[in-house]
């Protein structure tokens, strides 16, 4: 985002001056940057596919240890904290993705 963020600048400083010749620099720079973002992208929606699986499955367990199994009450009471905890970090690791997301998407563009 950073990256993106000092290639706009760039290109609105080239804007101010209209020196050209950095303009071929600017945009090279800009398709690394978007290269770069795809091969993030790759590699990570797959971990996530996985970790949203895994997370979904270990929330619905915990859930039906904490409300329908015969367990101890101070079980059931543990479990259900546990699916508490599960679902917190369930959302910070796919609000955290789709926050970053959302930044890259709308920073990608080269603003005027």
């Known amino acids: 985002m950073i990256r993106f963020k000092e290639c706009n600048n ?22 690394r940057i978007c290269q770069l973002m795809v091969e993030y992208n790759d590699f990570w929606k797959f971990i996530l596919l996985i970790d949203g699986i895994v997370y979904s499955l270990a929330i619905c367990f915990i859930t039906y240890l904490a409300f329908f199994s015969s367990l101890f009450y101070w079980l059931k009471i543990a479990s259900a904290i546990c699916t508490l905890f599960g679902m917190f970090c369930f959302l910070i690791v796919f609000f955290s993705a789709a926050f970053v997301a959302t930044e890259v998407s709308t920073e990608q563009v080269i603003k005027i």
């Open 10 to 31: 760039s290109f609105k400083i080239l804007l101010k001056t209209q020196e050209i010749k950095s303009l071929q620099k600017i945009l090279v720079e800009h398709n």
